[in-house]
DNA sequence: ACCTGAACACCGTTCAAGT
DNA sequence: ACCTGAACACCGTTCAAGT
């Protein structure tokens, strides 16, 4: 019976938990993260499917296992900066890596407990705030307040990039003035700033960093009020 | 054929959308939105699975559908105080509505488009700013900045409750001190706080509304230097 | 002892057959 | 014309039968 070269030059690699996750990241990268099933990985590498389960125990251990590959490219904190600078930079290296697999953010948030190198990587997080001069206390807030900011992404409730056409464009955004009237207003304000856009037309990049600083400024205040008070 | 009494009373009551959608948040609020499928919802209403798509195009549908009841109940938005207690009381109550259903949260955070409820909220919450003094710039960098914060959650990393007993929380705590330093350092001082803690004792509505003031102190900042300058 | 095909218990949704 | 049972094309995972 004859494989084909495909199937046996895949075969010749040992099945290993970083294939698998390697296959599975390239999978979601393509289709997105929802049609990311064990069966289709099974069939990516040509194996059968009980197969993976020999180096996951479970979709879910996989899906884990996903988002340690992501968080683990993350650079490590800057050694001898301030904390304000030190806890940026490593926001935006967060940043740049969960840009980089567009499902990425949605499977963290999806996920209930987090991962050992998540945890890690937040046991970080909170030792820069700390060694700072944050209070426990005030730390313990700041990283309350900081949430999924800290790991590089913001929940986006609104889509920016629809892909209808230009006609039918046209049409939603005059239904959209009548039931929307701010938001029409303020979307017609920022395509003026930018006739070139597509989607509604946000700077996602800024307005991550936008945020990102007003929350580091008003933790910086909280710190200089605290150590004034002690 | 005898049908069973709850049977017949079910099915005098005739099936429309709104019933599906009480029934579908019914078994969401006791089972969690995972185990939501077309096929319980049918059975809980004692119908044929085929019935419910008489009344919603489809599961994504009724997943929306079930986010407007729940968002539907947002208290109006108060006419005559400033932008911040406005935005702030309203902010609660969808707080309020949200923790009515724990799964709720989750499932705004995974619909990929908002309904028209969720943008007719959003709208509204736009029209609070620019009436407060807010320029349109400032405003959209303020949607963006506060995120799903407007709608009364935060995306949380940590579950708060885990439900191991005693003695390996105290072996996990002992694993952790080791690992995670800084967060063993910090869940310490939150438990010496308050001795009859579960979980790793965060008050989830102080910290929401820690957060929250951080970021509506930092935005009249910028109002208030946005007025002076112009 | 290891590997794996078939099977189990589900999905959301289509569609044709029945009334 | 309406309703619905069976079927389709999937799931993740168990398990027993085969090597």
Redesign the pocket.
């Known amino acids: 019976m004859a494989t084909t070269i495909e199937a046996e030059a895949r075969s010749r690699e040992p099945l290993t938990k970083e294939r698998i996750l390697r296959a599975a990241v390239a999978l979601a990268d393509e289709d997105g993260v929802d049609?990311?099933?064990?069966?289709?990985i099974a069939q990516e590498l040509g194996?059968?499917?009980?197969?993976l389960?020999?180096h996951v125990a479970?979709?879910?251990e996989m899906l884990d296992g996903m988002v340690d590959v992501v968080v683990g490219v993350i650079d490590a904190p800057l050694e001898d900066a301030d904390w304000r600078t030190t806890i940026r930079e490593r926001v935006l290296s967060a940043r740049r890596a969960l840009l980089r697999h567009p499902w990425a953010s949605r499977l963290i948030e999806s996920r209930t407990a987090p991962t050992p190198t998540v945890i890690g990587y937040m046991d970080s997080m909170i030792g820069i705030l700390l060694r700072g001069g944050f209070s426990i206390d005030l730390t313990h807030h700041a990283m309350h307040a900081m949430g999924s900011r800290l790991l590089g992404f913001s929940q986006e409730l609104f889509d920016d990039t629809p892909d209808d056409p230009p006609e039918i464009q046209a049409i939603a955004r005059q239904q959209m003035a009548e039931a929307y009237p701010n938001i029409s207003e303020m979307v017609a304000a920022i395509r003026h700033d930018d006739e070139t856009v597509v989607g509604l037309g946000c700077d996602d990049q800024f307005e991550f960093e936008f945020a990102l600083d007003l929350m580091l400024d008003g933790l910086e205040r909280l710190r200089e009020r605290e150590g004034g008070a002690e």
């Open positions: 049609s990311l099933s064990m069966r289709r194996v059968v499917p009980m197969a389960y020999k479970s979709k879910d």
